[in-house]
């Protein structure tokens, strides 16, 4: 069951003392005050490459704003929250972030994560921008605080299932998934696809994540003569199985989603990554209107890869609707982002559909070569 933040601070918190808390937070977040915010993604546990890439992002995005004073007057401040990609940890997140008073996330990073922390936020009045979480379920049932400037599985899926049935035909292809919302959304939609274009799986299985050794799964790949492996997952086990794969002696393509661009799936398979395709949104870090904020991050030795311009760009764009607005009220807010638009970013425009997705989604295929990725 979700706990929401009512429930959560308990019934003693309803009288004398809920007025205290009510009016110290208010003071904290008075009009002279910072406007809080928060980026919420896997700041620790295996995925924290990509909370790393959310930090980025959103300290970029806060210093940058503030530099050029601040929305409505005030200095924004962000919060860092930490949910490990667990959906109960999430929710705990979802709950101390609605008790600080936060009127905007720019997270989750896992879909398993922000589907229920986004049950909390609606009922907290809480606006939540998700930078990458990809599984429909996010915003087709979500509330009206439900946006992402990221595209959806079903599209995604698309087009690599499409792709696989076009440049793999005759091949013997599997698809596997690790069982995450994300996981498994994002292959059953491939599959979906690769079906509808006319060619058939080899063999369709899950894997548990957070394993190192998945040799018994490679041995079941190599039985089946597989050729082709896709995986619905994360870098981590993708990385291990493609490279457990190669030690023994498979000749095989592996092909993934949007959670493989990292640096660390190439510290995980060396020589083994070389060929290795994926989907992603074509790289932000070209678009001109990234230029500027590429170039100060590279300053500060950072690449801004995968997420980091996503997770900019959510706090960019609720920037210039509470602008827009005249206050950050989350529901005005969200109202807005829906009936306006586009909004300018370094993503490029973005509008909004009436469920929160972007309405032009923008999936292509990149290739690992020499420890690097790069767009086909």
Known sequence: MIQTRRQWLGAALIGAASGAFASGRARAQGAAGPIRIATVGPMTGQYASFGAQMRAGGEQAVTDINAAGGVLGRQLQLEIGDDACDPRQAVSVAN????????????????????????VYAEEGILQISPASTNPRYTDEGSWNTFRVCGRDDQQGQVAGRYIAE????????????????????????????????????????????????NALVSRLRAANIEVIYIGGYHTE??????????????????????????????????????????????????????EVVQRFRARNIDPEGYVLYTYAAIQIWADAVRKVGATDPRRVAQTLKSD???????????????????????????WRNGSYAQI
Not at 354 to 364: A, F, I, L, N
Request: hydrophobic share 40%; glycine share 12%.
């Open 341 to 367: 638009g586009p909004w300018q970013s370094v993503l490029g425009p973005i509008s909004f559909d009436q469920k929160g997705d972007v309405t032009v989604p923008d999936y292509v295929f990149y290739v």
């Open 96 to 119: 101390q972030m609605a008790a600080r008073r936060v009127p905007f996330v720019a997270g989750h990073f896992c879909s398993g994560s922000s589907i229920p922390a986004s049950k």
């Open 167 to 214: 440049n793999f035909r005759g091949k013997r292809v599997a698809i596997l998934h690790d069982n995450s919302a994300y996981g498994k959304g994002l292959a059953d939609e491939t599959r979906k696809a690769m079906n509808a274009a006319g060619m058939q799986e080899a063999l369709y299985a899950a894997y548990t994540a957070g394993e190192r050794d998945y």
């Open 238 to 291: 993708a990385g291990l199985i493609l490279r457990q794969a190669k030690e023994q002696g498979m000749n095989v393509t592996l092909i993934g989603g949007d959670a493989l661009v990292t640096q660390e799936f190439w510290q995980i398979t060396g020589a083994a990554g070389e060929g290795t395709l994926m989907t992603f949104s074509s790289d932000p870090r070209r678009r001109p209107q990234a230029a």
